[in-house]
């Protein structure tokens, strides 16, 4: 079966530090480019930060360039975001997508939540 | 950046009708446009790529057509586990854009 699976999601204080995984199987990884989309509570579905297959190519959404970083690990089949400088907009449902163009695959996500 | 709208904002339907939502890009995406489909607690769902090619699994009463700035996706017959948010994406170019939803609610 062809799945994402995310973790490492949790209650952290503004301008703390969190870093996601995500956990990928059924597909070859190391062929497929992946994306991170948020979901705020009530709210819609945020485009955050995109890697390549082989992370040549590495895209940012203004409101986290600078402070989340991006990377994969592909003998690991795994995606990471490292996420600093945390501030209460950040609160959301993380989900990591798989592809290019549309998202075909998604995992259920992972909660985030910045709050003192 | 490329602003995706929808409307309406909620469509409230009775089963076994029809539903037609719009989705309107800001400049042409071609037809580098998808839909996908949302449920309380879950993640979303590819339904539509393409503007107008269903994804794998989908069922045929759902349907996409448009081109450039004006996208509709029609659900020709609803069912019970059609009530959900529905949300178009663009993915013409970067960064990739979604609309804000529309929520189809049951009448």
């Known amino acids: 079966e062809v799945q994402l699976v995310e973790s490492g999601g949790g209650l952290v204080q503004p301008g703390g530090s969190l870093r996601l995984s995500c956990a990928a199987s059924?597909?070859?990884?190391?062929?497929?480019?992946i994306n991170w989309v948020r979901q705020a509570p009530g709210k819609g579905l945020e485009w955050v930060s995109y890697?390549?297959?082989?992370?040549?190519?590495?895209y940012y959404a203004d409101s986290v360039k600078g402070r989340f970083t991006i990377s994969r690990d592909n003998a690991k089949n795994s995606l990471y975001l490292q996420m600093n400088s945390l501030r209460a907009e950040d609160t959301a449902v993380y989900y990591c997508?798989?592809?290019?163009?549309?998202?075909?695959?998604w995992g259920k996500g992972t909660t985030v939540t910045v709050s003192s | 950046e490329i602003v995706m709208t929808q409307s309406p904002a909620t469509l409230s339907v009775s089963p076994g009708e029809r539903a037609t939502l719009s989705c309107r890009a800001s400049?042409?995406?071609?037809?580098?446009l998808a839909w996908y489909q949302q449920k309380p607690g879950q993640a979303p769902r590819l339904l539509i790529y393409?503007?107008?090619t269903r994804a794998t699994g989908i069922p045929a009463r759902f349907s996409g057509s448009g081109s450039g700035t004006e996208f509709t996706l029609t659900i020709s017959s609803l069912q019970s586990e059609d009530f959900a948010v529905y949300y178009c994406?663009?993915?013409?170019?970067?960064?990739?854009?979604f609309g804000q939803g529309t929520k189809v609610e049951i009448k």
């Open positions: 890697i390549s297959s082989s992370s040549s190519t590495i």
């Open positions: 393409g503007a107008s």
């Open positions: 059924g597909f070859t990884f190391s062929s497929y480019s």
């Open positions: 400049q042409s995406v071609s037809s580098n």
């Open positions: 994406q663009q993915y013409n170019s970067w960064p990739r854009t």
């Open positions: 997508a798989r592809n290019f163009y549309y998202m075909d695959v």
